[in-house]
T-cell receptor, first 114, second 108 residues
Framework: NAGVTQTPKFQVLKTGQSMTLQCAQD?????MSWYRQDPGMGLRLIHY???????DQGEVPNGYNVSRSTTEDFPLRLLSAAPSQTSVYFC?????????????FGSGTRLTVV | AQRVTQPEKLLSVFKGAPVELKCNYS??????LFWYVQYSRQRLQLLLR??SRESIKGFTADLNKGETSFHLKKPFAQEEDSAMYYC??????????FGTGTSLTVIP
């Protein structure tokens, strides 16, 4: 049971480039979300999804797009990378549409935009 | 607006001493609160939830609605407790809010 898998683990982008961070879970969780972790800021919610075909914005959605075509996958797209998007990104999933039982987190993607 | 505040960025205690990591929240409804832990080079893990009133690894946390707090406590700190701890709140709109975290160091 792999849990939540994020790829890549590390990525360096140039300003203006686009890329997709991958997140997959094999626990049949309905709830999936993306966070960014910055020093002194804690974790901030970017986007989340309560099921396939349903997504919603979190606290800091600008510059990011998501889609949820399957229960298992929840990719995060950076359309035009900016240095302000340098961060560690975590994907998380949880059972049900309301994560009362908490999340399972991926191991993170460290992104640097130069 | 819902907010979670962890006033201490860094906390150091000696092994065997009691430890308390503070968490205060601001929420207009009935909150669901959690503590997460991130050990060095590991992913975040759920430590405990207030609704289950459990004790995990010797840690407990009591929701105090009057003081809007959810402090994490352990009577005798161990070296393996050194980690980053995050308090989190979920609102009725399924948004999860994390505090900025407290880095706990247990000194041998």
């Amino acid at each position: 049971n792999a849990g939540v898998t994020q790829t890549p683990k590390f990525q360096v982008l140039k300003t203006g480039q686009s890329m997709t961070l991958q997140c997959a879970q094999d626990m049949n969780h309905e709830y999936m979300s993306w966070y960014r972790q910055d020093p002194g800021m804690g974790l901030r919610l970017i986007h989340y999804s309560v099921g396939a075909g349903i997504t919603d914005q979190g606290e800091v959605p600008n510059g990011y797009n998501v889609s949820r075509s399957t229960t298992e996958d929840f990719p995060l797209r950076l359309l035009s990378a900016a240095p302000s998007q340098t961060s560690v990104y975590f994907c998380a999933s949880g059972p049900g549409t309301h994560p009362t039982y908490g999340y399972t987190f991926g191991s993170g993607t460290r992104l640097t935009v130069v | 607006a819902q907010r979670v505040t962890q006033p201490e960025k860094l906390l150091s205690v000696f092994k065997g001493a009691p430890v308390e990591l503070k968490c205060n929240y601001s929420y207009s409804g009935s909150p669901e609160l959690f503590w997460y832990v991130q050990y060095s080079r590991q992913r975040l893990q759920l430590l405990l939830r207030h609704i289950s009133r459990e004790s995990i690894k010797g840690f407990t946390a009591d929701l105090n609605k009057g003081e809007t707090s959810f402090h994490l406590k352990k009577p005798f700190a161990q070296e393996e407790d050194s980690a980053m701890y995050y308090c989190a709140l979920i609102d009725t709109g399924n948004q999860f809010y994390f505090g900025t975290g407290t880095s706990l160091t247990v000194i041998p």
